[in-house]
């Protein structure tokens, strides 16, 4: 069995819609582009708007993650000052909302970031501080850490009803 098959129209390989019974309104126009041009600019503004939501995503996520110290062989000893020794800490904000009391494990990771990044300390762990500390000006309370294998204390003082407060040198 064979299919039957017509010869080959070499003026017009491929069919071609006959637009001349449809009339004079069948004309080319510019207009059938516009809704493909308006659904491709609709969809890039929205890509870039979820672009800038997952950006600001990734930046919070980032911040609001706790950073790990630094290990002991990253630092080396050009980059502790020690001709200016330091007697008090720059100040922690813990919150910029009105707290009543201090958050105790906001400020184990603040006292770890001080005594490291102030005092040069490298290695300090098991910071405990008490906790339901008043966010008072003047309110002192003391923090222990094992700082270099040994058990240290250190003081921590508020110094605003914002919750900044100081962290001493360990001793």
Known sequence: MTVPTRPPNTSRP????????RGPESEYTANGWVPVIIAGVV???????AGVIAGLVVVNIRESAPQAPKPAAAQ?????PAAAPLTEAPPIVVDTAVVD???PLAVQRGVVRVLGES??????????????????IGVVFDC????DGLRKTVTVTVTDRDGTYEVSRPH
Not at 14 to 21: E, F, G, M, T
Not at 76 to 80: D, F, K, N, R
Request: charged content about 20%; overall charge negative; hydrophobic content about 45%.
């Open 119 to 136: 005092y040069g300390v490298a290695d300090v762990r098991e910071v405990k501080c008490p906790g339901e500390q008043p966010v008072e």
């Open 101 to 103: 009391h201090l958050d």
């Open 43 to 49: 969809a890039a503004f929205v890509i870039a708007i």
């Open 76 to 80: 080396s000893p050009a980059t502790i």
């Open 144 to 147: 222990t850490a094992r700082v």
């Open 14 to 21: 491929y069919p071609v819609a006959d637009n001349s019974a």
